[in-house]
């Protein structure tokens, strides 16, 4: 195959060449020249953490594939893969460290035991709203840390969605004190996890294929999933009386697109440059996606299916707070380079919230004035 | 030029036929040749509404320029122009319109002489944040009303950066009551300055090189420009004691792109997408560079410059806020196109924040907590 492409290739060079001195050489002739002799086709395969169609993140990385897909004109064609297709949806990170699939699309803290710095990288409890975060990755210094953590596995990462600030989940008690997250069983993975139970709650880890069930036998209390646009395709309003907001433990989930090192080193330097801004564009695509699908699915919950909202009390949010700065401390305390993370996460956080004060909150709350 | 094109294009399919013959005509010599056959080299010029490397707005222009000529590998360059290097700033729309330049770089609030609706795309009072104002645009039905509001002009616009929530301007004395508005001055174009009529101020409009002496000699008795970033750049805390916050006149302003539709209809669809995907990369962009870098701004005017920050008070802005729906109401009576795109503006407003309540603004304000 690649000595077939050479040939082409060389082919191509030689019969330009014959353009050229057809042409006489000009300018305009020279520079179309430059192009052609550097077209290949390469064929790539995407594996996502995500069932088929998965709305809004799935979908989104269909609509990464598509859009490398064609802005390269079929130059570098993406096939994807939903979980279990080709990997199972927590072996993403190392079907794409090896080269089965040259690309990935999922969620930072799935590798948490891998990597675990990787889990400011994706849903930190009290951490960035998607705004803040996009700035930290990308203006912040938190994306050369990134790639940094994930260079030993022959990795590239970027950030490919972001769902905006998540719902607090689904309780079928109210949560009216502290003391209501006693021995409260609730499906919460990764860092909210560990806030959790540093209030006395018990986190449980479960399947998105068996939430449902669990929630409505009572095996589990609560449970969180995304927000109003995917809670309600999931029917959690059937099993689940009261939906709980803010999303403390998610406030600005970003996806991310995870790259082979050698598949991606390999393209030619428009290509590389098409697929960083494809994944940028698929990255703001799915945070404008469910700030404008959210209202019309939550109306729905409460006017359709009388579900019952509710805003965590003060207190509760006070001390998931407290417990939140405490878990990240101590993730930031287990190795060298969380710390390292760590101190870049939180020094950009105390100087972006102090801006966000006079900015974003002041003009939020600003407009709600009667 | 063209006839020259068309023999390069002629010459190329005629001699990649050859190649097919050589190769046997295997699939990847098709694919290859395939691409071959359409490639074009393009110049565009940009024409821009700013000072040459104007911070974050120009630069922004700049950095798309750069990014459509380098993922187009050079089949499509684009040379940028500031702010009267080709045509005046307030000229762009016009020379993009009859093609002098095939693109612009600027804000849509500069044609409201020419097209009043185009005053919702850029900076409304009490209007979208950033966030909201993409997804508007993206999945609100936003972007498809401001093309139809540009065809009669051979235009399409795209929206091309994004401040974030501005400040709410530099004053020499304090804003009280509603009362310190009468018979103000204040430097205060567009929207803003109609509605800071309705409260008893004078807008007035100055070019950016004349604000600062303005200030100054205190011909003019305030004025707003962008956020810490710019403002400390423009020296504008050596003319103002007092810096106000939030900025209600401009709490998400959007930048634009502005395309020729013949030159963009006539590029390959692969570069069109390069195109919109790189536009859409450089809306990205802006916000986070302005995200990450106006604290440390900030933190100069305050603590090297003395700068004292103030909030307007509540009766201030609720005044504000009530004279602003009556500007935008105004607006939209005058036209049957503003009409049109108010109701989308308003219908979608109204449904995203009654989201961000329980999301982006309970978090935001939760998280202040202690």
Not at 105 to 123: E, I, L, M, N
Not at 163 to 178: A, C, H, P
Not at 197 to 219: D, H, M, W, Y
Not at 336 to 354: E, I
């Amino acid at each position: 195959m690649d000595v077939a492409k050479n040939l082409v290739r060389g082919l191509l060079i030689a019969a330009t060449s014959v353009i050229l001195v057809a042409c006489g050489g000009s300018e305009e002739a020279k520079k179309t020249v430059k192009s052609e002799s550097k077209v290949d086709v390469i064929h790539w395969k995407m594996v996502t953490t995500w069932p088929k169609n998965f709305p809004g993140l799935g979908t989104g990385a269909e609509g990464l594939a598509k859009s490398i897909t064609e802005m390269s004109n079929g130059r570098l064609t993406v096939k994807v893969y939903a979980a279990g297709e080709l990997v199972p949806a927590l072996e993403v990170f190392d079907a794409v460290s090896r080269g089965t699939a040259q690309m990935g699309h999922g969620g930072a803290f799935y590798w948490k035991g891998k990597v675990p710095a990787s889990q400011f990288f994706s849903a930190v409890p009290f951490g960035f709203t998607a705004q803040e975060m996009n700035s930290w990755l990308h203006y912040g210094g938190g994306l050369p840390l990134w790639e940094e953590i994930y260079a030993p596995f022959n990795l590239i990462p970027m950030a490919a969605g972001n769902t905006g600030v998540q719902m607090g989940g689904w309780f079928n008690k109210e949560i009216n004190s502290l003391e209501d997250f006693k021995g409260l069983k609730m499906r919460l993975p990764g860092l909210g996890g560990e806030v959790l139970k540093k209030v006395g709650g018990i986190p449980v880890n479960l399947p998105g294929g068996e939430i449902f069930t669990s929630l409505q036998t009572g095996a589990i209390d609560a449970t969180e999933w995304v927000g109003p646009y995917n809670d309600l395709a999931f029917g959690l309003y059937k099993a689940a009386k009261y939906n709980y907001f803010p999303g403390w433990h998610e406030p600005g989930s970003t996806m991310e697109a995870l790259y082979n090192k050698e598949a991606f080193d390999a393209l030619p330097k428009d290509l590389q440059l098409i697929v960083r801004a494809a994944t940028r564009q698929a990255n703001a695509v799915m945070l404008d996606e469910f700030t404008a699908r959210n209202n019309a699915a939550l109306e729905t919950l409460v006017n359709d299916h009388q579900v019952i909202l509710k805003r965590f009390p003060d207190e509760v949010l006070s001390a998931l707070k407290k417990a939140s700065i405490e878990t990240l401390e101590e993730v930031a305390a287990a190795d060298p380079m969380s710390q390292k993370v760590y101190d870049s996460f939180s020094a950009f956080n105390r100087k972006v919230r102090a801006w966000h004060q006079v900015s974003e909150r002041a003009y939020i709350n600003a407009r709600e004035l009667n």
